[in-house]
């Protein structure tokens, strides 16, 4: 139940005036309110700043600190106050939490003192309000990663000992690591260079001989080029190898885009190698010299820039497309549309469509390099408005690939969004296994038996005032709220998997009977406690398949063990002791509800004023149930 | 006088805006700069049972939940929907708000919201059980027949939701209606009137007793 209408508790119970009527069973007696207390200002002097409110706004949330006993820890005897020694600006978006039910992230905050003010009292941050979220989990972000930069760099000089080939690729990534890694990345840094320089000056003509016009030098200096050409593909080859034995999965490396531009650059060489005998493909084997120049793409490794403008395209491609396409659509128009201008005019160059491309393109990348002219009018007017519309059609998707670009920049900086989508999804999942929390809460207390009915402890005052202490009166009324509707509707509440249980089923006897003496004998308060004695494994009803524990314990996103064990199932036994509602479907979901968020209270009714065998000793032992204490809603 | 009384009395108690249209954008503007201000404290005291300290509390915690000062429908529905998670109670709210609206006005103002309480909470037997009829009759014509039955007894097995033991059956409401008209309906003419209705209740041990729970309630 949010807590923030708490306050109308009263009115939704008044409301169940409309089920009194039609209801067939008498409704259980409804927990009354010992304490009486009239709603008092408390004073919360947080480091000298006096902070005042009602109770009843802290108790909304009886899961925190304020709203807990545990504030009675800070309680103040000689200036009847609590005193908390905390930073006051931050206690403020606390206490707006419990008078306003949201939670507001102040932005002039530093991220991890206000976590730690809400670890303190006991908040989790993933109720954070939607105005102030993003901007909360954006600065938890950084500060993560500025942690993570901080620890790996005291990582690397700290290394654990690690086998010679997570060394070595370790090396291979980060150069900066040790001075062989250095050296390594410089050599194949020069090589990569050397051998397109190579490529580049081959092709350069050197020289003349007498008889000859100029030839390249690539012709001229044959084997000299052809041992340098060599040098660089056998030190290519052994990088590549090197990098293949120290790859951690190396399936996934060579699927790599760095992996597969090592591959095209030395392949040419040894094809060529191979194919040198045959004449007849020699003329293929001159294009594959082509792929040559991919070695360049090889400096990628070396520099960071260049790998995140390769992303960039990457991600920016339905953008690129798009320009392509409406592009083409204007090329093809544009052609068109010149070639029936030109059609008719003599000796003219438009030949055909696909010919005129040619023209447009030029035209409109404002090139006009001018082999392509028209000569009619038509084809003049028509060439101009080309021309112009080519600026506006060029000019109007860049800065939009440009803002793309770096905003993508930007976003590549930082962690990616995947990673805040499934915080995203936790939070979700978290909330709501917090509001769900107090359906599961009704449930699980039914089966502790925290709305007693028919005392039959007469006159064991104490045993009504533990029966208070132990339940929030708030959630005590609204259990019994629901149990009304139970009773009007002559049907109960069940959790989802015992739902599907029972319907898969069918039958419903099958759950093993419980001491009937547990039942029969004793108040139907005092055999709660056996649930309590989690030393007594032999309590028979431990039939319960685990399954529904651990498919429970999926519901709730953070998994906290209440400690609660298989003697849970005879708790419920008799504690709904109102026999008259038939076979109890109770012993099947002994098991469930031991992880919830929304940590109700320690479920057990002390029966000391019976004084029965069975009790056990400490009633009044919270800390078996309450492993965790976080905030519900 | 008590200090820090919440309630300011205005010569003008009705809201600024005239009526109330269903889901416009200007009515929601309207709404959320009307602030409404409800009677005078001691006025209320005299229209209701509650004593001072009780109003001061029921209005901060109204007040808190709607600081316009009025409750309209879609609110009233989200706030009840809050203690019922497991079920879909948005019906039952609807008639609660028809109930609870006396003037019909779409919108429910403390004062309706504090003198239906009053009745249900303060007063007598009869009293509440002519709030219940009340709340039965949904068009109000002094007696209930068995569609509206039908129609209540749904909303009330709606909030109990999907996952109930035992299996949640098509014709349970319908099943509960037909023993409640064999109760209530004296003369077997197919609707039960108000005396009928209270004739029976008073008859009723479990119905006497379960309207006694509503004397603790604050």
């Excluded at chain 1, 010299?289 to 820039?305: A, D, L, M």
């Excluded at chain 1, 790998?307 to 409406?326: D, N, P, Q, V």
């Excluded at chain 2, 509440?128 to 129609?151: P, Q, V």
Aim: aromatic share 10%; glycine share 6%; net charge neutral.
């Amino acid at each position: 139940m949010a807590a923030g209408v708490a306050a109308w508790l009263p009115f939704a119970r008044a409301a169940a005036i409309g089920w009194m009527p039609v209801a067939n069973c008498p409704m259980p007696i409804a927990p009354r309110d010992q304490s009486k207390r009239q709603d008092e200002l408390i004073v919360l002097n947080v480091s000298g700043r006096r902070f005042q409110t009602w109770r009843t706004t802290l108790e909304r949330y009886p899961d925190t600190l304020l709203g807990s006993s545990e504030k009675e820890f800070f309680y103040n005897e000689e200036t009847k106050e609590y005193f908390f020694d905390r930073d006051p600006d931050a206690f403020r978006s606390v206490l707006n939490f419990y008078r306003t039910g949201k939670l507001h992230y102040p932005r002039h905050e530093c991220i991890s003192a206000y976590d730690e003010e809400l670890a303190f009292f006991g908040i989790i941050p993933e109720i954070i309000g939607d105005c102030c979220y993003e901007e909360y989990k954006d600065r938890k972000r950084e500060n993560a990663e500025r942690l993570m930069d901080d620890q790996e760099e005291n990582k690397d000089s700290k290394l654990p000992h690690m086998n010679f080939r997570e060394t070595m690729w370790r090396a291979f990534e980060n150069p900066h690591t040790s001075t062989m890694a250095l050296v390594f990345y410089y050599v194949t840094g020069f090589f990569i260079a050397i051998s397109v320089i190579t490529n580049v000056v081959e092709t350069v003509p050197c020289g003349s001989t007498p008889n000859q016009k100029d030839v390249p030098c690539g012709e001229r200096y044959t084997v000299a080029f052809f041992c340098m050409d060599t040098a660089c593909v056998m030190i290519f080859t052994v990088e590549y190898l090197m990098r293949l034995f120290a790859a951690p999965s190396r399936y996934r490396f060579m699927r790599s885009v760095m992996s597969i531009i090592d591959v095209v650059a030395i392949l040419p060489y040894y094809i060529g190698l191979i194919m040198t005998n045959n004449e007849d493909v020699s003329g293929a084997f001159v294009t594959l010299r082509v792929f040559r120049v991919f070695r360049i793409f090889k400096f990628s490794r070396h520099s960071q820039g260049l790998r995140i403008l390769g992303y960039t395209l990457k991600s920016c491609a339905s953008e690129l497309g798009f320009l392509l396409f409406s592009l083409t659509m204007a090329i093809i128009i544009f052609a068109t549309v010149m070639f029936y201008a030109e059609k008719g005019s003599t000796s003219s160059k438009f030949t055909s469509i696909p010919a005129s491309f040619w023209y447009t393109i030029v035209t409109m990348t404002t090139l006009g390099y001018g082999d392509m002219v028209p000569k009619t009018i038509a084809g003049k007017i028509f060439g101009s408005i080309c021309s112009l519309s080519g600026v506006l059609v060029i000019a109007l998707p860049v800065p939009v690939i440009v803002s793309n670009f770096s905003r993508i920049y930007h976003q590549n900086q930082r962690a990616d969004k995947r990673r805040a989508q499934k915080v995203q999804k936790a939070r979700l999942a978290r909330i709501r296994a917090a509001k769900s929390g107090s359906s599961t809460a009704f449930l699980h207390s039914k089966r502790n038996g925290l709305f007693t009915g028919l005392p039959q402890l007469q006159g064991s005052e104490e045993g009504d005032q533990q029966l208070n202490k132990t339940a929030s009166l708030l959630e005590s009324q609204h259990h019994h709220l629901l149990h009304c509707l139970e009773k009007t509707t002559a049907h109960e509440f069940v959790d989802e998997q015992l739902y599907e249980q029972n319907c898969l089923e069918g039958t419903l006897q099958s759950c093993p009977s419980r001491s009937p003496s547990l039942s029969s004998q004793e108040g139907p308060t005092s055999t709660c406690c056996c649930r309590r004695s989690r030393k007594n494994p032999h309590l028979p009803s431990a039939g319960v398949p685990p399954t529904c524990q651990r498919s429970l314990q999926e519901l709730s996103a953070i998994h906290i063990q209440c400690g609660d064990q298989p003697p849970l199932s005879t708790s419920r036994s008799s504690l709904n002791m109102k026999l008259d509602e038939g076979s109890r479907l109770n012993c099947k979901t002994g098991l469930i509800t031991t992880a919830i968020i929304s940590v109700p209270t320690p479920p057990a009714i002390s029966p000391e004023g019976d004084g029965q065998s069975l009790t056990s000793t400490n009633v009044q032992t919270p800390a078996s149930s309450n492993v965790v204490k976080v905030s519900a809603l | 006088d008590p200090p820090a009384v919440p309630v300011i009395s205005l010569s003008t108690s009705n809201p600024k805006s005239g009526h109330y249209t269903q889901n416009s954008v200007e009515d929601d503007f309207e709404l959320s700069t009307v602030c409404y201000r409800p009677e005078g404290l001691d006025k209320l005291l005299e229209q209701t049972k509650f004593t001072k300290k009780e109003l001061q509390i029921l209005y901060r915690g109204f007040k808190n939940e709607c600081p316009s000062g009025i409750v309209n429908e879609e609110a009233f529905k989200l706030i009840y929907s809050q203690f019922f998670p497991q079920g879909d109670s948005s019906t039952y709210a609807h008639f609660l708000f028809e109930a609870f609206d006396t003037n019909k006005n779409g919108s429910v103002s403390f004062e309706d919201f504090v003198m239906g309480l009053s009745i249900i909470l303060r007063g007598s037997i009869n009293d509440r059980l002519n709030w219940a009829f009340n709340l039965y009759d949904l068009n109000k014509d002094g007696c209930i027949t068995k569609e509206e039955m039908l129609d209540i007894m749904k909303s009330i097995y709606d909030m109990m939701g999907k996952w109930t033991y035992p299996c949640m059956q098509d014709n349970a409401p319908k099943e509960h209606v037909e023993n409640f008209f064999q109760k209530m309906d004296r003369n077997n003419d197919g609707v039960v009137t108000i005396d009928e209705f209270i004739e029976s209740c008073q008859k009723d041990e479990n119905i006497m007793q379960s309207m006694q729970l509503f004397d603790n309630v604050i």
